[in-house]
């Protein structure tokens, strides 16, 4: 059994930075780890995504250049590093864990967090 728990989000300015941690209690070695994002009045959506060998990864188009996943095994934690934000990529994200999932079926997914907001102004 996985669980998830998310911080580092916040408000910040357009072209600023955040990152955000997830810390599993539970192994997750062997886990697809994903984290998405879910604004007002839309579905939820991957941001980016990470196999279990950590030489797989998977970014959305509108974050391409501008985030990064990666884990920290010894930690347990997997970490979204978020630079130059802009207003649409204000969102509560969401850290996921799946033992089969493929990087971008959110429906093949665990385990979730509960999120964090991120509010990126203008």
């Known amino acids: 059994q996985v669980q998830l728990v998310e911080s580092g989000g916040g408000l910040v300015q357009a072209g600023g930075s955040l990152r955000l941690s997830c810390a599993a209690s539970g192994r997750t070695f062997t886990y697809t780890m994903g984290w998405f994002r879910q604004a007002p009045g839309k579905e939820r959506e991957v941001v980016a995504a990470?196999?279990?060998?950590?030489?797989?990864?998977h970014y959305a188009d509108s974050v391409k250049g501008r985030f990064t996943i990666s884990r920290v095994n010894a930690k347990n934690t997997v970490y979204l590093q978020m630079n130059s934000l802009k207003p649409e990529d204000t969102a509560v994200y969401y850290c996921a864990a799946g033992e089969r999932a493929r990087l971008t079926n959110k429906d093949e997914y665990d385990y979730w967090g509960q999120g964090t907001q991120v509010t990126v102004s203008s």
């Open positions: 990470d196999g279990w060998s950590g030489f797989i990864t």
